[in-house]
């Protein structure tokens, strides 16, 4: 039943995107745009190259944050639009749960999103000139990020599940979503860089660096791997539990038809 509800949610996100094309490349355009924009403007300002040895960094951080923001927005965006349709208490009453479904519904939006990430990273290191390292293997921290951020998604879900309205609130989650990606938390000193460990996606995105700037194998760094085990592991558990207190609740007050 999970596998058919898997295909009807992809089906139903392909045909959209088939139907309305312009969605997909007017995003890929102002993921492109932004970057270079600032790239440029903040040579500009300086006269210089800017950014030095840390370009790369920059170019990994920027494309990750474009794949897994709509990972973690996208569980948030589908509860509003539920709930502004009047669909949400139907959800409810499918025999696949309401929080599988909106996994199933990730999954099928992060598959199509790797291609959009994809062109926006060849079109990026093209621009900027650099270059960088890919492996199949990449896809161990990439596919550790999702599920980190699978469970920020459900924490967003949780919150737009009870107050409905949160537009405001996703916006201004992706400049905080910003500031995790691009902070390098896992090169500060001493105890802040043990804090990092517990930090939603850092240690998975130093993993990723590492292998894509540095060429390092995956298990070069053991220890960052298993961190990211945890990271995942963790988020994704408090997430998921966050969210079933919180369904629980709006059913209790019988707030799932309010908008």
């Known amino acids: 039943m999970i596998w058919h509800a898997f295909q009807a949610e992809f089906r139903r996100i392909f045909i959209e995107f088939r139907r309305y094309p312009t969605e997909f490349i007017s995003s890929v355009a102002i993921m492109i ?12 300002i300086s006269g210089n190259s800017v950014f030095g040895n840390r370009l790369s960094d920059i170019v990994v951080s920027y494309a990750l944050f474009s794949l897994l923001l709509t990972v973690i927005g996208d569980m948030g965006w589908s509860i509003s639009n539920e ?25 099928a939006n992060l598959l199509i999103n790797l291609g959009m990430t994809l062109i926006v990273l060849l079109v990026i290191t093209y621009l900027t000139g650099r270059h960088l390292h890919f492996s199949w293997l990449d896809i161990v921290p990439l596919i550790l990020s999702s599920i980190a951020a699978s469970g920020l998604g459900y924490l967003v879900a949780s919150i737009t599940i009870i107050f409905k309205r949160t537009n405001n609130f996703l916006n201004l989650l992706q400049f905080i979503f910003l500031f995790m990606v691009m902070t390098p938390f896992t090169q500060l000193p001493g105890v802040e860089k043990n804090i990092a460990i517990i930090i939603p996606l850092a240690p998975m995105i130093g993993l990723l660096k590492q292998m ?13 791997l298993f961190w990211s085990l945890i990271n995942a592991s963790l988020w994704l558990t408090i997430g998921m539990l966050v969210f079933l207190r919180a369904s629980t609740y709006a059913r209790r007050k019988g707030m799932l038809g309010h908008y």
């Not at 745009?33 to 500009?44: D, P, Q, S, V, W």
């Not at 894509?212 to 960052?224: A, K, Q, V, Y």
């Open 33 to 44: 745009i932004l970057f270079y924009g600032l790239f440029l403007g903040a040579a500009y």
């Open 83 to 107: 709930a502004q349709n009047g669909t949400l208490e139907q959800l409810y009453l499918n025999r696949v749960s309401a929080k599988t479904v909106l996994f199933l519904r990730l999954i």
């Open 212 to 224: 894509m700037i540095n060429h390092s194998p995956l298990f070069t760094h053991g220890d960052w």
